[in-house]
Structures are given as C-alpha cells and as structure tokens.
C-alpha cells in the first residue's frame, strides 16, 4: 500500500488568492509542490481510498494519476474536507459505450456524528442523496467501534477504525495493514490526549495546528492571547501529542497558509527536530509514503 499526500493546505491553501505572504508569492512562481499547498486530502493506493474530498480533489486526482475511487471516508462535515463531494460525478463514464456503462458506485463511509452533521450543514446528506440516485455513490453510516474491512488490491486486508478526538464531532482514523499500522487525524486536535490504544503505531499523520512560534527560529508569530486558543491546537501542543503518541514517523499536514510556512522554514525546522532526536517532517503535496 502506499499513501500518498493529495494536499497539504488547510482551510487556506498556498497561494492564497490576494495574500502577499512569501509563501504565496513563491508558490505563484514555482506553480508546483512543495510550495504549492493544496486543499487536505489522503489518498491509500492499493485500496483506493481518499480520506476527505477538498474542492481540489478534480485536480489532485489527475495530478496522482488515480482513475477510480473505490471507497471515501469523511473526518468530519468541515467544508475545506467536504467541498469537493461532487468529485463521485466522474464515476458517470463512457457514454460511447454500448450497452452504456457507469463505474461502480465509490462505497462513501460517514463515522456515526459525521452522518448526523451531514443532515444538519451544508447540505452534506442531501448532495449525497442525489449521487445515490444517480448511482454514483453508495453511503454506509457508521457506528462507533465500526471497523471496515477493505482489500488492499493484492488479496490482503486493510482495517480502517475511525475513533473520535476530543472535538468529538470530528474523527481520526487508525489503519492496519499488513502487521503495520498509521493513526491520522486529518484536522482539530484540539485537547486531543492521545489514548493507549492508539499509541506507538509505525506511522502518525497529523495536522499541524496553529503556528504561535515560527518552528525554525522560535521567533513569535501570534499573540499569546489569540481567541483561537481556546478552540484549536497550537503548533507547540501538537509536538506534544505526538511525543505522547510516539509514532516511529510522524508526518505533519493540514498547513494554512496565513502562517506564511516557506519550504525552506519547514527543512530548517525538520533539522531542529532531527538535532534533539524527533522524527518529525512536513508533508508536502504529492508526498508518496510506502507501508
Ligand atoms: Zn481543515
């Protein structure tokens, strides 16, 4: 199997349309990864399956060569994970083939609050009733404790249990395949205590929270006051639940760009965390991780 990162930005991808942050500008004139952060997503080879669509999923999935979705699982009803739902129309194909053929639907599995928020925001549950009716979707409402079972293309299992974070509208994933096993949680770890279960796993991809210090220089970047404190993980917090979690990997995603993070920043900051013994990095879109 391999993961492969379709986007690291977060609710604000990298350009963001007006900002003027180095890391923009940059990413206007490269036009390619890793300066350009685009909306969050996973994507398992093998088992064909994405982990949140963003309204960028069209493009990253021409730009990962992927022609088929076979299973899509939401973290939570927020619109930067949710917004590119419509991407399940490209299972509508070959009108010039007679008898007329449609891929199979994409199997969309909603963790138990997922599937109560969906009937409550953005129109989550009708969208996806329409794409049941056209036959590109079929929807699995999930119960706590639920574990899917999926083949990995080769003959051989990958479990997906979704478990809640402590913002418990919003769930994390544990994967297991192969004797090996990945924790992601795509967004909101806020409070997050990491539990027993979960701990040690071969590889954790997580998202980076809000960056109050620059992680290269320590240099301040918001105020220590900042209302959003009290609703969302700083970047500080986060290195702390993953020392907690004790991963042998650990992958940092989910970038907003106002943080104005430069790929060069971020290297200086993986050397920092490599210099006191932190497996810690910075995915980056495209990035491709074999398990
Ligand atoms: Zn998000």
Request: glycine content about 8%; hydrophobic content about 35%.
């Amino acid at each position: 199997m391999i993961i492969e990162f379709l986007g690291t930005g977060g609710a604000t991808t990298t350009p963001r349309p007006g900002s003027t942050t180095e890391a923009s500008r940059l990413a206007r004139e490269k036009g390619t990864s890793p300066w350009v952060r685009s909306g969050p997503g996973l994507f398992l080879h093998g088992p064909q399956l994405v982990i949140d669509t963003s309204e960028d999923i069209i493009h990253q999935l021409n730009r990962a060569k992927i022609d088929y979705i076979n299973a899509c699982f939401y973290s939570h009803w927020h619109p930067d994970h949710t917004a590119g739902k419509r991407v399940f129309e490209t299972n509508i194909r070959d009108y010039s083939s007679k008898p007329y053929k449609m891929a199979p639907p994409t199997d969309v599995y909603l963790p138990q609050q997922v599937a109560i928020d969906a009937r409550r925001w953005l129109a989550i549950w009708e969208s996806l009733e329409y794409y049941t009716h056209m036959g590109v979707v079929q929807v699995h409402e999930l119960t706590d404790g639920d574990v899917v079972t999926l083949d990995d293309g080769t003959g051989h299992d990958v479990s997906i249990t979704p478990f809640r974070l402590h913002l418990d509208y919003v769930y994390g994933f544990e994967i297991k395949t192969g004797g090996k096993r990945i924790v992601h949680a795509a967004d909101e770890l806020f409070g997050w205590d990491p539990p027993e279960a979960l701990k040690n796993p071969d590889i954790a991809i997580l998202p980076a929270g809000l960056f109050e210090f620059n992680p290269a220089t320590g240099e301040r970047i918001m105020e220590p006051n900042h209302p959003l404190f009290k609703e969302e993980a700083s970047f500080q917090q986060t290195v702390e639940m993953i020392e907690k979690l004790g991963a042998t990997e650990t992958w940092v995603t989910h970038i907003e760009e106002a943080f104005d993070m430069t790929p060069e920043i971020l290297a200086l900051a993986e050397k920092r965390f490599a210099a006191e013994g932190k497996n810690i990095r910075f995915a980056y879109d495209g990035l491709k991780l074999p398990v």
